[in-house]
């Protein structure tokens, strides 16, 4: 017989599963974060998988200069971006909510047009200075940066489309494309060329991650036309490119700024403690970062929507759905922390024995990481609200700190050093940008939400 507890849960369920296929802002959101989460933590399975595989084939002297060149192309590639990836989620669902097709196609070609040549551009002048300084690298290390040479443009090329996809909300397949066909398609290639009797080494990974970014470039290439509306194919293509580059160039610093606070730690490693230091720290930071696999999700799908939101005036739709997602997001950072906390070492362990000694880095880097979920979407809040100038310094500072306190630390202190270095600017950027979202917005950001304060000129 059934009672009526049980009788209520099962009400309960199906309210909730008939209201999650509804149309509202909380059905909608919680479909999009949670696809988008799931195909995140494939592409983490992905490349953790790829990651394992490489530091047992390589070792960790080998794999160190592989990460370490792979830092330095993500971090030029952010450049060659100019700061059009972050646009694209601005414009892209700015133009399709107005059904401005022509201003949508002219987007889509521009963008990919300046990237491709800044990149490449970017891409000559790096692999001339190593050329020039190849007499004072580590050994072999200018092997694989000529072996990254054509890496550089195909990954900014890809961060660009992957965007414009995000920025038509399909973004399950973006993070499909550069989270999942990436890794395979590079696991691929270097298990050919093991079978084809090649040497595993460096040179022969960074070559097997090119043309797994090539391939995930063109799989996502054919989607975004495929997704494209109809009739943005009809479209005359129009342009306001002088506009665009004026609003991309300070997302371009927020960008540049973002990779320097990820990746600042490694690069500076590597240059002052060496390659295999570098290597070390990097499988720990990026283990730390699965703690904010959910507010990635959620931004992928968050961005657009803040950019929609915004300028339809939708200031109480807009705050709930920072809440519900900031909810999400705690309630799946916090036992994740604990988690790492009792098993890190054990997972570090499984990369090698010499991967252990990122153990503590790993849990200094864990109380940064949480600071970004406990304070929610706050800079895409604001790049996505016409505030990209206050985000630019604030972002900016904290990458300038990252820089000072890594000089400072890791001469003393090593990994742990590093870690410190970064965890202090981490958190200290998300606590400002949450500061400034309340005064400038009227929002709150975080788990914690209120409703929005009335601001000059908005409506609620």
Known sequence: ?????????????????????????????????????????????????????????????????????????????????????????????????????????????????????????????????????????????????????????????????????????????????????????????????????????AVGAVMAYSGGTLASLLVGAVLLRRFLPAAVHAAAPAYETEAWVRTAIPLLLITASQIILSQTDVIMLGAMRGTTDAGIYAVASQLATVITFAIMAANAYVAPTIAGLHAQGRRADLQRMLTLASRGVLAYAVPVVLGLVVLGAWVLGLYGAAFRAGHVPLLVLCVGQLTIALCGSVGFLLTMTGHEQVATKVIGGSALLNVVLNLALIPRLGLTGAAIATTIATAMRSLVLSLYVRRLLGYDATAFGRPPKPIEGTTT
Do not use: C, H
């Open 1 to 201: 017989m059934t009672t009526p507890t049980l009788a209520g849960m099962r009400a309960r369920v199906r309210q909730g599963a008939t209201a999650l296929r509804g149309q509202g802002l909380g059905a909608t959101l919680v479909r999009g974060s949670v696809g988008s989460f799931m195909i995140r933590l494939a592409a983490a399975a992905a490349a953790f998988g790829l990651q394992l595989v490489m530091t047992r084939l390589l070792g960790p002297a080998e794999f160190g200069r592989y990460i370490y060149v792979l830092s330095w192309v993500n971090f030029a590639a952010q450049l060659g971006v100019l700061g059009l990836d972050t646009a694209s989620l601005r414009f892209v669902a700015a133009f399709e909510a107005r059904e401005s097709w022509g201003l949508l196609r002219g987007f889509l070609r521009r963008s990919l047009q300046i990237t491709l040549a800044a990149s490449a551009v970017i891409g000559v002048t790096l692999l001339g200075v190593a050329w020039l300084l190849r007499g004072r690298l580590e050994a072999g290390l200018f092997d694989v940066i000529l072996a990254a040479g054509v890496l550089l443009p195909l990954t900014a090329v890809l961060q660009v489309v992957v965007s414009q996809l995000n920025g038509l909300k399909w973004v399950v397949v973006g993070q499909g494309v550069q989270g999942l066909v990436r890794p395979l398609v590079t696991a691929l290639a270097l298990g050919v060329a093991l079978l084809l009797g090649a040497r595993a080494g």
